[in-house]
């Protein structure tokens, strides 16, 4: 083979500078696209744990708040974010129970027998709204038989912020008797 056509066959197994550029910013650029891929599915992945944790806190807040509402007898302190229940017990005497926003550790609390229990964490906002049987808006405790509570949830992950609105849960206080 002549010494001409053995440099062509050189010149044709090897790639060309610019080959080579080109190549390596077509993969940079995957490989920027990708990364920028991943981590949005990541936020968007963390953001949706945030609102399952939300909604399954909430919904078991809610359940306790309303079985407590839904048995207790009384109203004996009433504020926006505050409620102390009387619930009569099976042996004639009474418990006390005691909801109330702790706004310095944005959490709904709930107090009986000494005992505090976290019934709601990242709570930005919150407030109980008072009824009487007619349904007209009453903070006098004895007119008190429907009790409404709003409350806003808020968390962020990373740079994105969170919210889950627990909007109109009303209960109606089924042991208290009217203009009691």
Known sequence: MPPARQADKRRLRAYT????LIASTIALVVVVIVTGAMLFISQWYLGLGNYLQM???SRIALE???RDLRMSSAVTNNTENAITLTIPAGDGSNRIVRYWWDTERNRLMRAEGGNDRVMLNSVRDIQFTFFNALGIESDRPPDIKMI???AELQ???RATTNTNYVISARFTMRNKIIGT
């Open 17 to 20: 500078l610019a080959e080579v």
């Open 55 to 57: 909604n399954q806190q």
């Open 64 to 66: 306790w708040i309303g």
């Open 148 to 150: 409404q509570l709003n």
């Open 155 to 157: 968390r962020r992950v």
